[in-house]
């Protein structure tokens, strides 16, 4: 079993950064994918940005140039570095990843307020 542990939300305002953390915790497992998903009130949980075991990441159109994706493979960690944020980036943000050979497991999420 795997556990995650989120970290780094809060209140900022409009221009200013985050840095939000996910933990992985637990025996047996191999991660492979991570990533970042939100779900801002009324709305569809969305992938924000991933990155692989091999490091290629993706973003959503949305956050390009502004957010950045990294991971720690030695404290099986992943981050999100979250600059010039917008009140439109208020949400909670999840982190979800994979365990090999293909096991999804999800935080329980932590919320980021962007205000004007």
């Known amino acids: 079993q795997v556990q995650l542990v989120e970290s780094g939300g809060g209140l900022v305002q409009a221009g200013g950064s985050l840095m939000l953390s996910c933990a992985a915790s637990?025996?047996?497992?191999?991660?492979?994918?991570m990533g970042w998903y939100r779900q801002g009130l009324g709305k569809q949980r969305e992938l924000v940005a991933s990155?692989?075991?091999?490091?290629?990441?993706n973003y959503a159109d949305s956050v390009k140039g502004r957010f950045t994706i990294s991971r720690d493979n030695a404290k099986n960690t992943v981050y999100l570095h979250m600059n010039s944020l917008k009140t439109e980036d208020t949400a909670v943000y999840y982190c979800?990843?994979?365990?090999?050979?293909?096991?999804?497991?999800w935080g329980k999420g932590t919320l980021v307020t962007v205000s004007s």
């Open positions: 990155i692989t075991s091999g490091g290629t990441t």
């Open positions: 979800k990843i994979r365990s090999l050979p293909g096991t999804d497991y």
């Open positions: 637990g025996s047996g497992f191999s991660l492979d994918y």
